[in-house]
């Protein structure tokens, strides 16, 4: 009998590891505090980068840590992966169209393997809201829905 208790705990542990995992890559790459080229305040991009992760590391691991809440967290953690996808697609396309490139960069994007991250982090939230909608259920007495 799988213990539904510790594998939830374990699955919540595993997306704070890659928020934190993110979070970490964009302070490396987009510091969030440097000024922008023209010397004005600080990049927006660089900016946004840091507070979207920051997001992901605090809010979603804390809303999906309760059963009330997990829904909500799967709405956030969906958007953050959305917007992380189309924000990074962009900028590795217009990397790939830039004045450097050869033909390996048009196969795979720069931003490729960090997009496949935050999808593994949207996946892991996933199994999370899956878990605590499947305990719910069995709490309300209602059998869970066949799936396949």
């Given at each position: 009998?799988?213990?539904?208790?510790?594998?939830?705990?374990?699955?919540?542990?595993?997306?704070?590891?890659l928020?934190?995992?993110?979070?970490?890559?964009?302070?490396?790459?987009?510091?969030?505090l440097?000024?922008?080229?023209?010397?004005g305040?600080?990049?927006?991009?660089?900016?946004?980068?840091?507070?979207?992760?920051?997001?992901?590391?605090?809010?979603?691991?804390?809303?999906?840590?309760?059963?009330?809440?997990?829904?909500?967290?799967?709405?956030?953690?969906?958007?953050?992966?959305?917007?992380?996808?189309v924000?990074?697609?962009?900028?590795?396309i217009?990397?790939?169209?830039?004045?450097?490139?050869?033909?390996v960069?048009y196969?795979?994007?720069?931003?490729l393997?960090?997009?496949?991250?935050?999808?593994?982090?949207?996946?892991?939230?996933?199994?999370?809201?899956?878990?605590w909608?499947?305990?719910?259920?069995?709490?309300t007495g209602?059998?869970?829905?066949?799936?396949?």
């Open positions: 009998m799988v213990d539904i208790v510790s594998l939830r705990k374990t699955l919540l542990f595993g997306l704070f590891l928020a934190l995992g993110a979070l970490t890559i964009h302070l490396k790459y987009h510091p969030p440097n000024p922008s080229e023209g010397g305040l600080a990049d927006f991009t660089n900016t946004a980068a840091a507070v979207f992760s920051l997001i992901d590391v605090l809010l979603v691991t804390y809303l999906f840590s309760r059963k009330q809440t997990a829904v909500y967290a799967y709405l956030v953690n969906g958007l953050l992966v959305i917007y992380g996808t924000i990074m697609g962009h900028c590795g217009a990397k790939v169209f830039g004045p450097e490139t050869d033909a960069q196969v795979f994007l720069p931003t393997p960090y997009i496949i991250i935050a999808w593994a982090d949207f996946f892991l939230g996933a199994a999370l809201y899956r878990m909608s499947l305990e719910s259920a069995r709490e209602q059998a869970p829905r066949p799936t396949g």
